[in-house]
């Protein structure tokens, strides 16, 4: 598959401290990418990097082909990039069917009400909300919440979409059912980059890993590999990760 998203140099500085430095990196369509690496290292940075959130310091970022470094969130959206944050902040007196028709009328302006609603509706029964669409999201769940948030990237028809630790704060069945979800728009070629935390919903479903320290891209690879380098040990996973996964996959 053709590259979809291309990082030439990437850095970020917030006044003195550099949170991306240098990152190259290049995913093609259809991958699925984890992004790991300890709290701080600047994976959050990296996709508000790439989505203009806080636009690159230095370095370029390429979108199927075009140079997207400067664009505004909005702008970049409405390309394709579409993510999910760490923190889900819907619209709470809105149902949760009119907090995804706001995104899909975010994403295609034109778009009537109804159509946008319609829309809602087809992507709120793909994260298994259809029985909440007419609840405000306030009284959701948090696992119910982030699956809204799901609904609502899906609802910007993404052609690369960001995942910002959709499983932190679940509970192991929480987390197998969003797994299943992801496995599912894995499997029909959506390319997704994830920021995970639970190794196994990283060698679940990523086809690939990429590890950031102190904004630094320190590995990038096959998931067995990446989780027997020595580097990757040392800044993230620990020894006692290394030795009770010594031998397996
Ligand atoms: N807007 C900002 N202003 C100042 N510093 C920031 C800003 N955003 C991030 N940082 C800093 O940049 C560094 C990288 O943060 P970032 O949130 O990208 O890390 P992360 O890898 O996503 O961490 P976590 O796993 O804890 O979410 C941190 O030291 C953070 O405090």
Known sequence: ??????????????????????????????????????????????????????????????????????????QAARLGLARTFQIVQPFAEFSALDNVATAALFSRPGQSLKVARENARQHLAFVGLDGQADQPAATLTLAMRKRLELAKALAMSPKILFLDEVNAGLNSAEVEKATALIRQLAAGGLTIVMIEHLMKVVLNVCTRIVVLHNGELIADGAPRNVVRNPAVIDAYLGQQYAQRHAGHG
């Open 1 to 74: 598959m053709p590259e979809i998203l291309t990082l030439a140099g990437v850095s970020r500085r917030f006044s003195g401290l550099q949170a991306l430095r240098d990152v190259n990196l290049k995913i093609a369509g259809g991958e699925i990418v984890g992004l790991i690496g300890p709290n701080g290292a600047g994976k959050t940075t990296l996709v508000n990097t790439v989505c203009g959130v806080t636009p690159a310091s230095a370095g370029t970022v390429t979108f199927a082909g075009r140079d997207i470094t400067r664009l505004k969130p909005y």
